[in-house]
């Protein structure tokens, strides 16, 4: 292989590849036939299928074809200028936008994505634009888990003190996670407590209309 090592981690590869893309993809200057051998070499490492959300999903593995071509259409519709790619396993679809995309687009994605009853696990990996660095989510049983490893353990249960409360959203923490619910996208996201970033700063949740801090 030219860009990868056979057995590597996955972990490790999704993060090597993210970093070849940023240069190599074709949106970005890069060379195509050149990042068709970086795909290739990516989906061999995965044993998935890993496409271009502007190429065709006729390669897409079998069992979620129709699904993520559903939504892929329908996102390709609403945010045709930002790059997604896709990565499609047998048990989840990994969402990955290459460019710095606002929150708020994100949930709309989530609202998009949960219109379709997605019965495989949904992962989204996306920058913030205030925090520069990337922001990573997983879903399981319409609730988002926030730069949490999938080994954590799942479901969680938050049960704590409310700190906010308006029409759309509750907020509830407890001494390790805080949780946010959504009670028009009906999903809920969870994201252990950190100094670094806060799910009220995350949703850009006003901290005067907080109920305590």
């Known amino acids: ?14 993060a090597d590849y993210r970093k070849f893309a940023k240069t190599m993809h074709p949106d970005v200057g890069g060379d195509e036939e050149e990042f068709k051998i970086l795909a290739n ?12 959300v502007s190429k065709t ?21 609403i945010y ?16 990955d936008f290459m460019e710095v995309v606002p929150f708020k687009k994100i949930l709309h994605v989530v609202e998009i994505v949960n219109t379709f009853n997605p019965q495989v696990v949904i992962n989204y990996s996306f920058v913030r634009p205030e925090l520069k660095k990337r922001i990573s989510m997983y879903e ?9 490893a999938r080994s954590d353990p799942a479901p ?9 409360k308006g029409r759309r959203y509750t907020v509830v923490q407890d ?9 028009v996208a009906k999903c809920s996201y969870i994201m252990k407590r950190s100094n670094k970033l806060s799910i009220l700063e995350l949703f850009k949740l006003e901290s005067k209309d907080s109920l305590s801090k």
């Not at 999903?57 to 519709?77: G, P, Q, W």
């Not at 969680?156 to 906010?164: D, M, N, P, T």
């Open 1 to 14: 292989m030219k860009y990868f090592t056979p057995g590597m981690p996955l972990e490790t590869a999704k």
């Open 41 to 52: 070499e990516y989906a061999m490492i995965c044993s998935g299928v890993f496409v271009d």
């Open 57 to 77: 999903m006729e390669s897409m593995a079998a069992r979620n074809k129709v699904f993520a071509d559903l939504i892929l259409s329908t996102l390709l519709e």
């Open 80 to 95: 045709p200028r930002i790059p997604i790619q896709v990565w499609v396993g047998l048990r989840d679809i990994d969402f």
């Open 140 to 148: 399981r049983n319409h609730t988002l888990y926030i730069n949490m």
């Open 156 to 164: 969680i249960s938050v049960e704590g003190k409310v700190i906010y």
């Open 175 to 183: 001494k390790k996670y805080s949780q946010c619910t959504d009670s």
